[in-house]
């Protein structure tokens, strides 16, 4: 048996592409589940301390860590299965870190049914910040010609671009899903002033439910908290 953390780990093809399913110990599971976006290894220890408290905590891969419609897609049908196959809770709670966080977004604008709140951390909100650093971004080129490789779009279409996450936070003002929101305020990866403050402010000037924590002279890296259990226990609220 494959474990991770000390829980059980299995893996399995859903969609043609291999999806981490952790179960929680025997007895203590709660019918719920976290989905981790990106980068399932880093900085576990929300997922952790869930596990601990009967979540299932789950990741598929994805074609691009900078999201195609196909990555959405393959989420909903985790979900379904999830769902049938777990016997779980269609909606989770969404983990998304980072371009993570950009995932979320999309997969909860396209599929509200399936996500009941969120837990956003320095979440790529805005393109022409992060990755073509046209604003306090440090630049990185190598990061730009990953996102063009993986997506079609260069510096010259991104200026005309209306897909950035930032278009969909109308849909999850529409839907009301909960958000947790963590951000270093000096962060030069993703700047808060130009990605997460987009959705903080959307969200708090049509009244809808988000708890935002500024994490002072933090910059992009470690995500979370010194004590997480402010953002489990939100989760714990809004998982519904």
């Known amino acids: 048996m494959e474990t991770w953390n000390g ?13 981490l399913i952790v179960s929680p110990k025997r007895g203590t599971e709660n ?3 976290a989905l981790k976006t990106e980068y399932f290894e880093a900085f576990p220890d929300v997922q952790i301390k869930l596990l601990h408290l009967g979540y299932h905590v789950v990741h598929i891969k994805n074609k691009t860590r900078w999201h195609i419609s196909e990555d959405s897609e393959a989420r909903a049908i985790l979900a379904e299965y999830m769902n049938k196959i777990y016997g779980l809770s269609k ?14 977004i999309y997969f909860a604008s396209k599929y509200p049914e399936y996500v009941s709140c969120m837990y956003l951390d320095a979440p790529v909100v805005n393109f022409l910040s992060c990755p073509f650093a046209l604003g306090k971004k440090a630049k990185d080129t190598t990061m730009e010609e990953e996102f063009t490789k993986e997506t079609g779009i260069t510096r010259t279409k991104i200026l005309s671009y209306r897909g950035h996450p930032l278009d969909y936070i109308p849909d999850l003002l529409k839907y009301n899903i909960p958000i947790i929101l ?14 997460g403050k987009l959705l903080n402010d959307a969200y708090k000037d049509n009244g809808k439910i988000i708890k935002t924590i500024i994490k002072k002279g933090a910059n992009h890296h470690p995500h979370g908290l010194d004590d997480n259990g402010e953002i489990v226990d939100f989760i714990l609220k809004y998982d519904r």
């Not at 963590?182 to 990605?195: A, L, M, R």
Request: include cysteine; charge should be negative; glycine fraction near 14%.
């Open 182 to 195: 963590v951000c270093g305020d000096s962060d030069t990866v993703v700047p808060y002033e130009e990605n």
């Open 31 to 33: 019918g719920k589940w």
């Open 7 to 19: 829980f059980e780990l299995k893996r399995e093809i859903i969609f043609e592409r291999e999806a």
């Open 91 to 104: 909606k989770c709670a969404i983990i998304g870190m980072s371009c993570g966080g950009m995932q979320g």
